[in-house]
């Protein structure tokens, strides 16, 4: 396993880095007020190949493999947590449609999801499941030429913004869990389709909230995979964005490590720069140190995913660590900045909201270390 970038990673990871520091950084705080996406800035991202830079040149993408994908995820978001989730969205997403949507879909809408001009969402959690996602109550009744969506998602990212939208819905009986789940595709200017947003702590330029399906049409064909066997199929792509969440989050804080390491040799106390103090510099000795760990840890999840091995144990490692440390380093940055960082001149709080909401969204901690020993258990037996 090699550890510096080839020439390619390189130029790629630079010029996303360019982009973010140049289009994104400078907005961060204004789109966090107002709450919606510059869809302009998402057409730039898309225009330039980082939106599922992963995904094949025929569908639009730029081939990349899926560590540099990572790489160029850590770069968006060092300067705007909340337009990486562009990325983060469409890597999940196109890569469920490449596999199972049927040929004509995939090529119609991949093309125009990779370009930024189309945003799609995934909707699973509903209001009575959150952690136990295979307890679906939404339905999707078969009817002539496809099926009827009825019910409510909730706690869904880019609910009332999103152009399309990955649904999981019930088609099996009541009592068939995971096994009578299928997944569809569903265009969000459909009839009869109602959505809300939640006032939420963090994250507010993503957005997230409820949807809601009262007998919607979604044709036949729009089915992504088996009828049924959503969760078997589909969900296995969720190893892939739990890497990149991790990579998200650990940007955003070694961002405000940065910050802070040059803080503390620019802020002086008692006539010399506070650097000189082990109490202000072990804390960010030992957060630099936990950061590197976390940041390997995704990249190696990455690179198992690039040789074709298994890395269901690492995704869910790199998603329920990751975020918990980037939120405990961006406080201690915060901390060292003293009574200036706590305002709201500074991005540490905006930073500190947008990161814990990916401490519970896509899957919470306790799941993840039950995916984790359930892995572990099963090498052991």
Request: aromatic share 8%; net charge negative; glycine share 10%.
């Amino acid at each position: 396993m090699h550890f510096a970038m080839n020439e390619e990673q390189q130029l790629i990871v630079d010029a996303a880095k360019q982009f973010a520091d140049q289009k994104l950084a400078p907005g961060y705080q204004q789109r966090d007020r107002e709450g919606v996406f510059d869809r302009r800035l998402t057409e730039q991202m898309g225009e330039l190949g980082f939106v599922a830079p992963e995904q094949s040149v025929e569908f639009g993408g730029s081939g990349i493999s899926y560590l540099t994908s990572g790489m160029v995820m850590e770069a968006i978001a060092s300067a705007d947590f909340n337009m990486a989730y562009v990325q983060l969205l469409a890597s999940l997403n196109t890569q469920i449609l490449a596999r199972y949507a049927v040929p004509e879909l995939a090529k119609h809408w991949i093309p125009q999801i990779c370009s930024g001009n189309i945003i799609l969402g995934v909707a699973l959690t509903e209001p009575g499941g959150g952690s136990d996602a295979a307890n679906l109550q939404l339905r999707a009744e078969k009817t002539e030429g496809g099926y009827l969506l009825v019910g409510e998602k909730a706690s869904i990212s880019m609910s009332d913004q999103a152009d399309l939208m990955i649904v999981f819905a019930r088609t099996g009986a009541k009592d068939s869990r995971a096994r009578g789940v299928s997944a569809f595709l569903v265009e969000m200017d459909s009839p009869n389709i109602t959505t809300s947003r939640y006032d939420d702590l963090g994250q507010r330029c993503v957005g997230r909230g409820s949807i809601y399906f009262d007998k919607v049409f979604v044709p036949e064909k729009n089915r992504l995979g088996s009828e049924n066997r959503a969760f078997s199929q589909v969900m296995e792509g969720f190893d892939f964005s739990r890497a990149l969440i991790g990579l998200q989050c650990l940007a955003v804080a070694e961002q405000s490590l940065g910050e802070a390491w040059k803080y503390s040799q620019e802020r002086e106390a008692f006539g010399k720069p506070i650097s000189v103090n082990q109490g202000v510099v072990f804390p960010l000795a030992e957060a630099q140190t936990q950061l590197e760990a976390a940041k390997l840890l995704c990249y190696k999840t990455l690179w198992l995913k690039d040789q074709g091995k298994p890395h269901t144990a690492e995704a869910a490692m790199c998603k329920w660590w990751p975020p918990k440390l980037a939120f405990e380093i961006i406080h201690q940055c915060l901390l060292t900045h003293g009574h200036g960082g706590y305002a709201r001149d500074y991005p540490f709080e905006q930073r500190l909201r947008d990161v814990l909401g990916l401490q519970i969204g896509d899957g919470t901690a306790q799941i993840m270390k039950m995916i984790i020993a359930r892995e572990k258990l099963g090498e052991y037996q």
